[in-house]
């Protein structure tokens, strides 16, 4: 058929559609996205400088540069010419966490510094939260919440349309200007892709991938008995729940990343 007959025959939702569907780079997962890269990333920079704006940037210059030092080095195998990168470090001892935002923007909590203990633990977080950035996990928590809204909402997305009432859904689901701890929850499935994939991204790196095991040992003795009181580490264990199946994960993924992807640094 002559493709720009295709075209008038195929109802636009369909089409949209029809391009909805990608597959995440090394786990080969399909996807269902219903927002461009390009709009995902416009709203991540921007949700990240309302983040940057009402936050306290560390003035500790050893550790701003070693979360600087191991971000370059992960986002060299990253494979992303048009992320514009930025690593910065906000100074809140109570948030343990750290994020990516689409287009490169990571930001720590020098509350996890700790629990990273050191660089390579700086690493496998890095690598965690880049993989969550790569796989496009935030545009895919966006276009499931798309669904939710209805048919109406799905369409005038999938035509780029942007409504007043699509903004506000992107400013939930990105959580956007709510302060500090920002990202909502991530599905256990997402939460395990970006654990792979951030192990291949610190192993190509030149990191030992069996980190990420120590690492979240010590985030599971670090938030135990400490549950139930509201406070921050309730909350990173609401968006990165420690798990035993997280840890026998990890551990059944290693030989393979080992034979694929490292490459240990001389
Ligand atoms: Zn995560």
């Known amino acids: ?48 400088k309302a983040i940057l704006k009402k936050a306290k940037l ?43 935002l689409p287009g490169g923007k990571v930001a720590f909590y020098t509350g996890i510094l700790p629990v990273a203990e050191k660089e390579i633990g700086v690493a496998v977080v890095m690598g965690h939260e880049i993989a969550h950035a790569l ?21 005038s997305a999938a035509i780029g349309a942007k409504t007043p009432h699509q903004q506000n859904l992107y400013r939930q689901l990105y959580a956007l200007g709510t302060g500090v701890g920002i990202m909502l929850p991530y599905s256990r499935k997402n939460e ?11 192993a190509k790196a ?15 003795a670090a938030t135990s008995g400490k549950k139930g009181r509201g406070g921050s580490l309730e909350k990173f264990l609401s968006t990165h729940p ?4 997280r840890q026998e994960q990890i551990k059944a993924w290693l030989p393979e990343i080992y034979k694929k992807y490292y490459k240990p640094k001389k």
């Not at 499931?144 to 109406?152: E, N, P, T």
């Not at 980190?211 to 010590?218: K, T, V």
């Open 1 to 48: 058929m002559h493709p720009g007959r295709l075209k008038l025959i195929i109802p636009l939702a369909a089409l949209a559609f029809a391009n909805a569907c990608q597959t995440v780079q090394y786990t080969g997962r399909s996807q269902f996205l219903l927002i461009s890269e390009s709009e995902e990333k416009k709203m991540g920079i921007e949700a990240y």
């Open 58 to 100: 560390s003035k500790d210059r050893k550790k701003v540069a070693l979360v600087r030092r191991v971000g370059r080095r992960i986002a060299k195998h990253a494979n992303k010419p048009d992320f514009q990168w930025e690593f910065n470090l906000v100074d809140d001892d109570k948030q343990i966490n750290a994020f990516c």
């Open 135 to 155: 796989a496009r996990h935030g545009a895919e928590r966006v276009s499931q919440g798309m669904l939710v809204q209805g048919g109406g909402q799905l369409l």
């Open 192 to 202: 395990s892709e970006a654990d792979k994939i951030g192990m291949i991204l610190m």
């Open 206 to 220: 030149g990191y030992d991938p069996a980190e990420a095991l120590l690492f979240w040992q010590r985030m599971e």
């Open 242 to 245: 420690t798990s035993r199946d």
